[in-house]
């Protein structure tokens, strides 16, 4: 049951972690890129669908019942698109 405890605790804190970074990005920066890092996440959330479906992966610890991982797509993948985009917009060859 500890070992149980433990995998979930882990896909928590990659949900919560990521998002402890959002504050230093600035407001206006996390509006300005919210419509496309939220595109890209429903894409990202379509394809992992499928995946799963076609047996590509599996994640054997999901923190939510259902075949979609929403602990990778709503921490790290959600907030790194918010980073990359705010650090590369108008310098194209970044």
């Known amino acids: 049951m500890y070992k149980y405890n433990k995998k979930k605790g882990f896909s928590l804190a990659m949900i919560i972690i990521p998002w402890l970074t959002v504050p230093f990005m600035g407001k206006k920066s996390f509006l300005k890129f919210l419509p496309v890092a939220s595109f890209i996440n429903l894409f ?3 394809f992992s ?3 799963n479906k076609k047996k590509w992966w599996v994640n054997k610890n999901p ?3 259902g075949s979609v991982d929403f602990s ?3 921490g ?3 907030v790194a698109t918010l980073w990359i985009f705010k650090l590369t917009y108008g310098n194209f060859p970044k």
């Open 44 to 46: 990202l959330s379509l």
């Open 49 to 51: 669908l499928t995946a």
């Open 63 to 65: 923190l939510s019942p």
């Open 72 to 74: 990778y797509i709503l």
């Open 76 to 78: 790290p993948y959600y």
